[in-house]
């Protein structure tokens, strides 16, 4: 992937992460999202290579309102970490960015078998991913089932709801996320059915590039590989305490 691609796909996350609503606060490229009490889409995005000073401390005031501490999501094409080790921010998590172009003739297909995919109502997202990640999960997938311009599926096995899904086309870039097998379910292929479907409803809204995350070394990356995506770039989570001064 090139410099300007993966840009691209750091401009699609941070527009990705703002549709969860609540309170967004916009300093330049950078958006604060604040969505609600402990979700984890609650950081601020869109940084590119360099923190500002000026970004950085209202970034701190915003989420210092909320009573959060200061949360960021930078790429690994960010070269100031200088800056946020000077300021107190540590690395909390790392995921992997995945992508892949979206070419109409080359959209992979599932063979026809135990697993039907098909759209989604948002309470019928909601209620299999809140029954697939568990306890504690209600909020942000209630949260993500409220987006606008979001679309969801479900994979049946034998006709019995078993995996969703979400789909987010921004610009040329579709997102794919918030993916979740119910736990019994899980290995028979219905995430790889659910990519399959999602990547044939991003060539249908004329996306061109198709980008993921995941955690590294997890089955949905290996999932991610066989459908075809690459590993593009890394996505940093970094937290600053709100008491640091």
């Known amino acids: 992937m090139t410099p300007d691609l993966t840009g691209e796909l ?9 549709l969860y ?24 995005s869109g940084f590119g290579r360099h923190a500002d000073a000026q970004v950085l401390a209202a970034v701190e005031d915003f989420y210092a309102g909320h009573g959060l501490p200061s949360r960021l999501s930078v790429y690994s094409h960010f070269t100031d970490h200088a800056t946020l080790a000077a300021r107190g921010y540590r690395l909390t998590q790392m995921l992997h960015l995945h992508a892949r172009p979206v070419l109409p003739d080359d959209v992979p297909v599932t063979p026809p078998g135990e697993i039907r995919t098909r759209h989604a109502t948002p309470d019928e997202f909601a ?17 993500t089932a409220a987006r606008p311009h979001t679309q969801f599926h479900l994979a049946e096995r034998h006709g019995r709801p078993v995996a969703a899904a979400a789909l ?10 918030s ?10 292929g219905a995430q790889t059915a659910l990519l399959h479907a999602r990547l044939h409803a991003a060539a249908e809204r004329c996306a061109t590039h198709a980008a993921l995350l995941t955690v590294p070394g997890s089955a949905s990356e290996r999932n991610a590989h066989r459908a075809g995506f690459t590993l593009t770039a890394a996505r940093l989570t970094l937290e600053r305490p709100a008491d640091t001064h």
Do not use: C, K
């Open 127 to 143: 209620h299999l991913t809140t029954l697939a990640f568990g306890p504690g999960s209600e909020a942000i997938m209630a949260r």
């Open 168 to 177: 987010t086309v921004l610009g040329h870039v579709a997102w794919l996320f």
């Open 10 to 18: 750091e401009t699609a996350d941070s527009l990705h992460q703002a």
């Open 21 to 44: 609503g609540g309170q967004v606060a916009t300093f330049g490229p950078v958006r604060a999202v604040y969505a609600g009490p402990g979700l984890p889409v609650n950081a601020a």
């Open 179 to 188: 993916a979740a097998t119910l736990p019994g379910d899980r290995g028979r």
